[in-house]
């Protein structure tokens, strides 16, 4: 079984507080998440070994997006999301 089979995933935008390194003012921006939850139960057709990693999954998210352009309309340079996790679990 693959791993994607143990959750629903789902897409999700939160806002953060980033700064670009360029201009360095700090705005509201939408990231971009994977939102995998684990499902309440297991496929019919698991073995042994796919139970063992059901139990120790674990829902988490993603995020989706790796860089952002700037809000300041004088700047609007691209960086990078430094500061902010890939992976966070829920």
Not at 56 to 81: G, P
């Amino acid at each position: 079984m693959d791993e994607r089979d143990f959750y629903d995933e789902r897409q999700e935008t939160k806002k953060h507080m980033l700064s670009c390194p360029h201009c360095h003012q700090e705005a509201e921006y939408d990231v971009g998440w994977f939102v995998r939850t684990k499902k309440k139960s297991l496929p019919a057709r698991a073995d042994e070994r796919d139970r063992a990693k059901f139990t120790k999954a674990q829902s988490y998210m993603v995020r989706k997006d790796d860089m952002l352009a700037c809000k300041n309309m004088r700047c609007r340079k691209r960086f990078e999301i430094a500061g902010l996790q890939s992976v966070a679990f829920i």
